[in-house]
């Protein structure tokens, strides 16, 4: 079932989620509606806290080089945890939460991951480039964090001016 997705300044976009306990048909029901809510919304990553549940599960999926998202590419995030970090980069990023606004965001160039897949095997792995990313972007969600608190003061005070009036207008 697609779900609705919460836009910024939804005060439940700041609630920190929980670890899942049970790995059941619960937790299965709720990935799927992830999904179906990813793909409605042309996204490529979403975490349960934008449709409402504070719980730590994450999907993203990433396109190929044609542009597609294939079941290969598509993760299912359980409890994830970073192990490890190294370097930096910049890259814009979007979020379903806070539709057409695209700023610069400097993250890790690569981590060292820990999470767990729907049946709660246990996965160890490095990740770089656009994944590595994406799963720092999805992780603050979890702890009730958005890209925009990453912003200069300046740059969070326009985007914040913009947003009010794009509210205003009903955009
Ligand atoms: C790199 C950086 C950030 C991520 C997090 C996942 N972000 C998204 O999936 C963002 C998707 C997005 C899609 C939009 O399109 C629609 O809503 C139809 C959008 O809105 C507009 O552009 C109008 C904004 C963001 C992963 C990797
Ligand atoms: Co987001």
């Not at 048909?25 to 409402?52: F, N, P, R, V």
């Not at 504070?54 to 998202?69: C, F, R």
């Not at 720092?136 to 300046?154: N, R, T």
């Amino acid at each position: 079932m697609v779900r609705e997705v919460l836009i910024y300044p939804d005060r439940r976009l700041k609630l920190i989620s929980h670890d899942v306990e049970s790995f059941d048909a619960k937790l299965h029901t709720l990935l799927e509606d992830m999904k179906e809510t990813m793909y409605a919304s042309d996204g490529i990553g979403l975490a349960a806290i934008q449709i409402g549940v504070a719980q730590n599960v994450l999907v993203i999926n990433l396109p190929d080089e044609d542009g597609e998202q294939t079941l290969e590419s598509l993760e299912e995030i359980i409890n994830p945890v970073i192990l490890e970090a190294h370097g930096s980069v910049t890259y814009q990023e979007g979020c379903l939460s806070i539709p057409s606004v695209y700023e610069d965001v400097e993250r890790k160039e690569s981590i060292r991951v820990r999470y767990f897949d729907r049946d709660g095997g246990m996965i160890e792995k490095e990740l770089e480039g656009l994944m590595a990313i994406a799963f720092q972007h999805e992780l603050d969600h979890l702890q009730g964090h958005l890209f925009i608190e990453k912003l200069s003061y300046l740059k969070r005070k326009k985007f914040e001016k913009e947003w009010k009036k794009k509210i205003k207008e009903g955009k």
